[in-house]
């Protein structure tokens, strides 16, 4: 899982894209910059994250990566179940900018449940997704119930 702050106001595309979709837009506007500032997993923002799908008990390796510059200092935690992390049990991890860590998870508690960065504005700002865990005797395919 990538962790990244894309900053779209340095887009090649940037000056061609506000003459077509935003022509009265002042670039220089700080509201526009940062809303430009995609925060990403894997280069999806709010939760459109595809394909975190596991079954109750499967062994899971997360590979954590952030890239970036000085507002890359990300914090991926997840709901409802645990990892290990050299050889502590943990649900949130410390990441710099050019750092990895490598976690597994055993599933033990079937849902849907939010997987994030745990830095306020960058949860504000979308860096989250959902993972599924499936029970034990689901179907492939299958979707567990919602939780309430």
């Not at 990538?2 to 000056?15: A, H, M, P, Q, T």
């Not at 596991?54 to 890239?67: H, I, N, S």
Request: hydrophobic share 40%; net charge negative.
């Amino acid at each position: 899982m990538l962790f990244s702050v894309f900053d779209e106001n340095k887009s090649l595309l940037l000056e061609k894209n506000m003459e077509e979709f935003a022509p009265r837009i002042d670039p220089e506007d700080a509201g526009f910059q940062e809303s430009n500032r995609m925060h990403a997993m894997n280069g999806y923002v709010y939760g459109n994250l595809p394909g975190l799908v596991m079954k109750e008990g499967e062994k899971v390796r997360w590979y954590q990566l952030a890239l970036g510059t000085e507002v890359d200092l990300h914090t991926p935690h997840w709901h409802g179940n645990t990892l290990t992390s050299d050889g502590h049990r943990v649900d949130v991890l410390n990441l710099l900018p050019a750092t990895h860590a490598t976690v597994d998870m055993a599933p033990d508690n079937p849902g849907v449940w939010m997987y994030h960065c745990h830095v306020n504005d960058h949860i504000e700002a979308g860096m989250m997704a959902s993972y599924t865990v499936l029970p034990k005797a689901a179907k492939a395919g299958a979707k567990p119930a919602a939780k309430r």
